[in-house]
Structures are given as structure tokens and as C-alpha cells.
């Protein structure tokens, strides 16, 4: 992977700090700075700009590696501001690292209240009671084990 890729793969890990991981001290001056400071500030920009839409293109799809693959093929083809090859390539490499986590990411930021974390259940069959008509009688068991983003882990059974 040439130097330009390495920045390229180094401006979408950024972005994708900033965007989705809440790390808002990545500044577009920073990435510029650290990445590409021979580009002028403009072009930079456009660049910047072009790249938050692909993301978010890729992001909000939620894009498996086929999808992705086509969808920068076509991106390639464009006659206007096509990428290139190797921008296309980083574009793969940061989506095969980054997806489960910018995924795991958003999922957390959309839920507000509890979640199941855990299910499990079983038939349980009475052996001892009082009436003879409860022996053998099947009794279902669920226990939920919820999470919630305050106030931690709880456990429901239902009987």
C-alpha cells in the first residue's frame, strides 16, 4: 500500500472516529495537517467532503463486501472524480477492519431504553404438589436477561 493510501485509510479511520466513535478532538484541520498537508485547503475540503458522503453511503447501507465492491467499481467508472484503484482499496481495508464496530456503534446510540441480552427458557414437569391433578402438569420457564445503558443488568423470569 503506497504512502497516498495509507492517508486515505488514515482520513476514513478518522472520520469514522469523529462520526460515529464521539472522539470530536479529530478536527478537519488535524486530519488535514497530519495527512495531507502538501494538498491545498480547498482541495482538501472537497476531498473531505466527498469522502463523508461515500462513508455515510457505505455506513447507512450497512454494505457487505459485494455490495462494496460494486458500489466502488462504480465509483471508479465516474468521469468526474473518479477514485482511483488504490483509494478504492482503502476504502475495502477500513470497511473489513471498521464494520462490526461502526455497526455495534450505532446500535448503541439508537437504543434508549432496555435490551435482551440474553434469553434462555426450558419445560419444566411438576413431581410434587398438593392436587393431584397439578403432577405432571408441563410448566414453561423464561428468564430475560436485560441490559440497560444506566443502570446495568437485570433478569426477568417468567413462570
Given amino acids: 500500500m503506497a504512502a497516498a493510501d495509507k492517508n486515505v485509510l488514515g482520513l476514513l479511520n ?5 462520526t460515529y466513535f464521539g472522539e470530536n478532538e479529530i478536527t478537519d484541520d488535524f ?6 498537508n502538501e494538498v491545498s485547503q480547498d482541495d482538501f475540503v472537497a476531498m473531505l467532503k466527498r ?5 455515510k453511503n ?3 447501507a450497512d454494505m457487505d463486501f459485494n455490495q462494496l465492491e460494486a458500489f466502488l467499481t462504480s465509483q471508479t467508472k465516474k468521469r468526474e472524480g ?6 478504492a482499496g482503502a476504502f475495502m481495508k477500513f470497511w473489513k477492519v471498521q464494520k462490526t464496530k461502526i455497526h455495534e456503534s450505532l446500535v448503541q446510540k439508537s437504543s ?3 435490551r435482551i441480552k440474553d434469553m434462555s427458557w426450558r419445560i419444566d414437569v411438576k413431581t410434587q404438589a ?3 391433578e397439578q403432577l405432571n402438569s408441563p410448566v414453561a420457564i423464561v ?6 445503558r444506566t443502570a446495568g443488568n437485570n433478569t426477568v423470569s417468567f413462570i
Avoid: C, P
Fill in 82 to 87: 473518479a477514485l482511483t484503484l488504490e483509494q
Fill in 51 to 55: 469522502y463523508e458522503v461515500l462513508m
Fill in 31 to 36: 486530519l488535514h495537517q497530519e495527512l495531507f
Fill in 112 to 114: 434508549w431504553n432496555k
Fill in 14 to 18: 478518522g472520520l469514522a472516529r469523529r
Fill in 143 to 148: 428468564e430475560m436477561q436485560l441490559e440497560d
Fill in 130 to 132: 398438593r392436587h393431584l
Fill in 58 to 60: 457505505i455506513v447507512s
